[in-house]
């Protein structure tokens, strides 16, 4: 091995412990401070999902939670479950945290992507044009899309030109129709 090469590994280990040492850190400041102090749930959060430790990440949230149940852990609990390809419950907590006023930006972007999203995927299921198809249909828009297009309408009040939530607006008025 070059010397480069056990310098970069090295740099690699280094990092890797640096970063576990704050996951532990942050962990330590959140069963301390609780929602008090919300940097340290976000940083332990942050630092499990990089160690790649999904499971436990969402353990933390719902303990967490099972005390207080504010948007922001909402908007991360549904960040974990689409991470971990549970859509529509992502779907579910997101619509929690985005229908809070104070929501901000990226938890209405992400909530209007994933509600979005499963509604989108429930419309395709539904075949033919029977009464019953087309009241499903538009229970699927009234639960899902329009208060998607609403969470996305807000982000977009924050920042009008981000092109993500523009192309989320755009899909979400295509099958509202």
């Known amino acids: 091995m070059s010397s480069l090469g056990f310098m970069a590994k090295s740099t690699t280990s280094r990092q890797d412990s640096l970063s576990r040492q704050i996951t532990v850190l942050a962990g330590e400041g959140h069963r301390r401070f609780g929602l008090s102090e919300p940097l340290f749930l976000k940083k332990y959060i942050a630092g499990l999902v990089m160690e790649n430790q999904l499971d436990s990440a969402l353990s933390v949230v719902n303990s967490t939670m099972a005390t207080d149940s504010i948007p922001m852990l909402h908007a991360m609990k549904g960040a974990l479950l689409y ?95």
């Open 83 to 177: 991470t971990l390809g549970r859509n529509s419950e992502a779907a579910t907590e997101y619509l929690v945290a985005a229908a809070d006023k104070s929501a901000d930006f990226t938890t209405l972007k992400e909530a209007s992507k994933s509600v979005a999203g499963e509604g989108i995927a429930l419309l395709t299921q539904v075949k033919g044009n029977k009464k019953s198809a087309q009241d499903r249909r538009k229970e699927i828009r009234d639960t899902f899309l329009t208060p998607a297009l609403n969470f996305a309408r807000r982000a977009a009040e924050i920042y009008p030109d981000d092109p993500d939530v523009a192309n989320t607006i755009e899909t979400i008025s295509y099958y509202m129709h």
